[in-house]
């Protein structure tokens, strides 16, 4: 894409991630494979929010967990700040891990529950074997400040908070090492409503104080629109379209994306009646044998016969820039029916709404 | 004639760390036809009040009265409840995995439930389970009957539960966050199903979700809880455009808007979201008078002391609020704020001079 190299943390070109289906008693047989990721490319620039959305199954979690190597690659690349790290050894990783960090969507799960909170935070520091006995309880303390925990609760467990402040717990654990990137899948989608907003406020400080980059995995489409510069659209393990965020909910390409759009919910009574809804037939097909050529052709609109055999690629299309590529032979138009259908999932402004503004 | 009129609802449970007060005091009435909203935050007390209704809190020291259909579903006796439980008012849960079991196929359970309630033979019970399946949008129900339930997608799961929902006809639908554990293009289609259906049916619905969105579709009445009360209810418009409690001013604030994504393009302060400080208070040691008053940036020396009670707020006949702020300072525009800081600073003695050192 359209960034120069040293603008960009995080290239992936063509990222493959299958994982076999076993069967039988010694799990020995392979009955096919679930195509989880099946060749991303993607671009994350410095200090920029790349939001990451798709349903439940589409690859994105795993494509999380591709970029920070908790799973191996089945094939392609990832280059962080210009270093291929998809090929590198557990022991070669260890000075790229303490750049790169992640958050995770459930604060329960993702805390030792035996372990103290100061100790959990101080685990990067420890394992990096950065910072030491004092030094290293003072750091802790400056961090738990520094995400809006109180320091002298250093020594309780994870079970003595609540779920906003474990999530806390989590960012400043994935802070703790001053990482360029950090890869957030879900950070908020378990909190409630007025503590989401807590944690994304938080998540937004920091950035601007440490110039942080964030990967942002959520499904929640008001919440992506809010922190996301560019936004991603994922289905069925692969990217169908990329582009600045505000142009991604304004003029939306794909097929898919106009519809993953017109199926949000939004707080607003008023948009929520007017607003056509296209309501896409079936489920999403399952990832071990997904639809020949565009994945999404069983359940697109606009799909014609081209579809079924040729997997469009990832490109700019006609009338588009370059930083707003859609995987579509017969991309949405805005004279299009399906247009009209994008209503902007976001609540109109609460605080000088007027009555004007309501018709 | 309400259909169902429940009032001074009151819901505790003893436990060994003390009595947890679930629900403390909520009425509300719904008519045929209509929906009810239940809003608020996990818990605030939504659950167990729908689950209350129908004898389902074991434990409970229960108080108040629910009126439905001429008799008091709280003072019923188990063998009167399950009349009219599944058969007049039924229930639809979250997680429709766990709520269908794994080693009967999906038709038989819904048969069952059937022939529990009516006095129907097999065949008449499988013909009337294929015609529910067919109503609720599941494809080539006379194959899909004989499934088990692990062959359903998610989707697929929650209509079938709302077949059996709907198997003996009834009345009243209590829906406990339907849609929750779905991915967005999956809850607009069950979200559109309940609507047709209830067209269709007539049947009354009590809609509970912690989703603002959810409920601004659905609902045409809207009751927000918190801590174990009804804090405001409101037909729905007034309740997104002209609220009246702060609770539900912060909940809306709390979601991003247009206008935060409007401050987060020009850089400005609007970017951040304006979250509710704080957390829930525990249900065990509820703060003094307003349960509220902790993260409330309105509060008063007299929230402090006397819990207020739902009285009617300015504008419609059905706007009820329980707050102190002047009635009449509803909406979000400058000049209801303007109304409610006035009476805000007349209501506080001023702060004591700061000290030297802060605790």
Redesign the interface.
């Known amino acids: 894409m359209s960034a120069p190299d040293d603008d960009v943390l995080l290239r992936l070109d063509g990222v493959v991630k299958h994982f076999p289906i076993r069967t039988g008693v010694f799990a020995g047989r392979s009955a096919g494979q679930v195509h989880a990721v099946d060749g991303v490319d993607l671009t994350v620039r410095r200090g920029e929010t790349l939001g990451l959305v798709g349903e439940t199954g589409c690859g994105k979690s795993t494509l999380a967990r591709c970029i920070t190597r908790l799973h191996d690659l089945t094939s392609g690349t990832v280059l962080f700040d210009g270093v291929d790290i998809s090929r590198l050894s557990r022991r070669q990783l260890i000075p790229y891990r303490r750049e790169m960090q992640m958050i995770f969507q459930d604060p329960f799960g993702s805390l030792n529950p035996h372990r103290r909170v100061g100790s959990i935070i101080g685990d990067p520091f420890a394992i990096h074997g950065i910072a030491d006995g004092l030094l290293r309880r003072q750091r802790v303390r400056e961090l738990m400040e520094k995400v809006g925990l109180n320091p002298e609760h250093y020594n309780r467990f994870p079970a003595e908070f609540s779920g906003g402040q474990r999530q806390r717990i989590g960012v400043a654990r994935a802070l703790a090492l001053r990482p360029k990137l950090i890869v957030c899948d879900e950070p908020v989608s378990a909190l409630d409503v007025s503590i989401q907003a807590q944690i994304i406020n938080l998540l937004a400080e920091l950035q601007d104080e440490f110039g942080l980059t964030y990967l942002f995995i959520a499904h929640d489409l008001s919440v992506v629109r809010h922190v996301s510069d560019r936004v991603a659209v994922m289905y069925l393990g692969k990217v169908v379209e990329v582009a600045p965020a505000e142009e991604l909910f304004e003029r939306p390409r794909h097929p898919y994306t106009v519809a993953l759009l017109s199926a949000a919910s939004v707080a607003d009574p008023d948009v929520a009646d007017r607003r056509e809804r296209i309501l896409l037939a079936g489920d999403v097909p399952s990832p071990v044998n997904p639809p020949s050529g565009c994945r999404f052709h069983p359940r697109c609109p606009k799909a014609q016969s081209r579809c079924e055999v040729e997997a469009p690629e990832l490109v700019a299309r006609v009338a588009d820039t370059d930083d707003h590529p859609t995987a579509c032979h017969f991309p949405v138009e805005p004279t299009d029916d399906l247009a009209r259908a994008a209503v902007v999932p976001m609540r109109r402004a609460t605080l000088f709404p007027g009555e004007q503004q309501r018709q | 004639m309400r259909l169902l009129d429940v009032s001074d609802l009151a819901v505790s449970f003893p436990t060994s760390d003390g009595v947890v007060h679930a629900v403390r005091g909520i009425s509300f009435a719904i008519d045929p036809g209509r929906t009810l909203g239940i809003v608020g ?2 818990g605030s007390g939504k659950s167990v009040a729908a689950l209350t209704l129908l004898g389902l809190s074991p434990g409970a020291d229960v108080f108040g009265s629910a009126m439905f259909e001429g008799g008091n579903l709280l003072a019923m006796s188990d063998a009167e409840l399950r009349g009219i439980r599944g058969a007049r008012i039924a229930m639809v849960f979250q997680d429709p995995l766990s709520s269908l079991h794994p080693h009967y196929r999906v038709g038989w359970q819904i048969e069952e439930m059937i022939r529990a309630h009516r006095d129907v033979g097999r065949h008449a019970a499988r013909r009337r389970t294929i015609e529910l399946l067919g109503l609720v949008g599941i ?1 080539q129900p006379h194959q899909r009957v004989d499934d088990y339930p692990h062959q359903f ?4 799961r929650q209509r079938a539960m709302i077949a059996m929902a709907l198997a003996a006809d009834p009345v009243l639908l209590i829906a406990d966050e339907p849609t929750t554990a779905l ?7 069950i ?2 199903l309940l609507r047709r259906l209830q067209r269709e049916l007539g049947t009354a619905l009590i809609m509970i979700s ?8 659905m609902a045409d009445e809207v009751l927000v809880m918190y801590a174990g009360r009804a804090v405001e209810v409101a037909d ?2 007034t309740a ?2 002209r609220p009246h409690h702060p609770y539900t ?14 401050g ?2 020009d850089g400005a302060s ?8 704080g ?2 208070p525990s249900l065990i040691n509820l703060p003094s008078g307003c349960a509220f008053h902790p993260r409330c940036r309105y509060a008063m020396d007299h929230c402090l002391v006397e819990d207020p009670p739902l009285r009617r707020a300015a504008g419609w006949l059905t706007h009820r609020s329980a707050c102190w702020l002047p009635s009449d300072a509803v909406g ?3 000049i209801a704020e303007t109304k409610r800081w006035t009476v805000v600073k007349s209501g506080r003695t001023p702060a004591p001079p700061p000290t030297g050192s802060a605790a």
């Open positions: 935050e996990s494809a997608s998610g989707g697929m991915d967005a293009t999956v809850q607009a289609q979200l559109d912690h989703d603002l969105g959810v409920i601004a579709e729905r418009r997104y455009y001013l912060g909940l809306l604030d709390s979601m991003p808007s247009s206008l935060a994504v409007a987060r393009l609007t970017r951040l979201l304006r979250p509710i400080p957390q829930p979000v525009d400058p």
